[in-house]
């Protein structure tokens, strides 16, 4: 998808016209989300008073960063770094599960490590932010940072890469989309890498 305009972004928005709409995708969302190879914007149209929908008004006032510090989130990472020019703020989130845990003991002291070489690349960017690592189911935890800490766009990297794996795995950032009710920019690594 995007392949043949030769384009870097797709821009999508999902209208939200009552609670049932802002927690499910519509159905072609879902399948850009699932299917991209391209980094996607998807972003929530909230209907104003005058029936004018704000769209990205102030996308980049707080950025959130969620990365399981995998390479699958290496082009998210470097997607997040390259705003921070322009955001007024990038935090980078780090979500263990209680899975992750039990297998890595050292895993809250190496995530931390981790996001704090994030936050210092972002400082040398120009921005500044924070490093967060919190406990939980991520797309629970990534929605509910973001609503808490009003940040106008979180940032993650998006794993299935084709339609067969894309059904599967994947599933992270395919029901943060369905939840955030706020923009997401997916960053799927790049072909090949």
């Known amino acids: 998808m995007g392949g043949e305009a030769k384009a ?35 972003a929530w149209l909230e209907p104003t008073g ?9 996308t980049l006032r707080h950025v959130l960063l969620a990365t399981d510090l995998s390479k699958h989130a290496g082009a998210a990472e470097r997607a997040a770094v390259a705003l ?10 780090a979500v263990l599960t209680p899975e992750a845990l039990d297998a890595t003991p050292a895993l809250p002291a190496m995530a931390r490590a981790a996001l704090d070489g994030l936050v210092a690349r972002i400082d040398a960017a120009g921005g500044h932010g924070e490093a967060l690592v919190l406990e939980g189911d991520p797309h629970e935890v990534i929605a509910r940072v973001a609503h808490e800490r009003d940040c106008s766009l979180i940032v993650c990297g998006k794993h299935g890469q084709h339609w067969v794996t894309s059904m599967v795995i994947g599933s992270t950032a395919l029901r943060l989309c369905e939840k955030a009710a706020r923009p997401v920019l997916l960053v799927p690594l790049a072909q090949g890498t």
Request: aromatic share 2%; charged share 20%; net charge neutral.
């Open 8 to 42: 870097d972004l797709i821009v999508l928005g999902s209208r939200s016209h009552n609670l049932a709409s802002r927690v499910f995708l519509g159905s072609v969302a879902r399948d850009m989300v699932r299917r991209t190879q391209l980094p996607l914007l998807l």
């Open 50 to 58: 005058d029936g004018v929908a704000a769209v990205c008004a102030d």
């Open 84 to 93: 921070a020019a322009d955001a007024q703020r990038v935090d980078c989130l």
